[in-house]
Antibody, heavy 115, light 112 residues
């Protein structure tokens, strides 16, 4: 059973950069596409973007200017960077395996944006 | 962006009874390869979402056969033949025919 684990600071100050990583237990990062999704408290799911195993990325239109997703295959790590955060970026952030259907998810990590 | 609209948003169901959730997309989800890129996910309380249905009607691994998906073009349905207590949670549809991927608002299934 593949396990995904998100990690990173739980508190980020406004205007700073949110940085999260996702590790995969089975070392399969180089053979799948990977996705980041977030969920504001009490709300629905929002797709952030994904990275294909080729390295190509696609991002949500609303976040495109602030987000970078990258893959470090040697470390089996997926990364998310979201710049210039505001309170509206407070959410549980999930990493998931896949580019169109997400068969494995991390448990999610809550990131609060507050001074 | 493709807009996904679910109904109902709240669904109280008696155990053993069937349930149905509708999802409508603002554009066709039929891709040029002949596949329909529509997924269904269930987020149980306090958990991450889990994949139920992909390509509109294919059950994901380990999903009970009481769950089924149907539809074409822009109108889709998730059916649960006999609801069980463990089925409570929020159900989301998601289109994967183009980026950005977009989700429906979610349908909260509760047990009566």
């Amino acid at each position: 059973q593949v396990q995904l684990q998100e990690s990173g600071p739980g508190l980020v100050k406004p205007s700073e950069t949110l940085s999260l990583t996702c590790t995969v237990s089975d070392g399969s990062m180089s053979t799948y596409d990977w996705t980041w999704i977030r969920q504001p408290p009490g709300k629905g799911l929002e797709w952030i973007g994904h990275i294909y195993y080729s390295g190509r990325t696609d991002y949500n239109t609303s976040l495109k200017s602030r987000v970078t997703i990258s893959l470090d295959t040697s470390k089996t790590e997926l990364s998310l960077r979201l710049r210039s955060v505001t309170a509206a970026d407070t959410a549980v952030y999930f990493c998931a395996r896949g580019g169109s259907s997400y068969d494995f998810w991390g448990q999610g990590t809550l990131v609060t944006v507050s001074s | 962006d493709i807009v996904m609209t679910q109904s109902p948003l709240s669904l109280p169901v008696t155990p053993g009874e069937p349930a149905s959730i509708s999802c409508r997309s603002s554009q066709s989800l039929l891709y040029s390869d002949g596949y329909i890129y529509l997924d269904w996910y269930l987020q149980k309380p306090g958990q991450s979402p889990q994949l139920l249905i992909y390509l509109a009607s294919d059950r994901a691994s380990g999903v009970p056969d009481r769950f089924s998906g149907s539809g074409s073009g822009t109108d889709f349905t998730l059916n649960i033949s006999r609801v069980e207590a463990e089925d409570v949670g929020v159900y989301y549809c998601m289109q994967a025919v183009q980026t950005p991927r977009t989700f429906g608002q979610g349908t909260k299934l509760q047990i009566k």
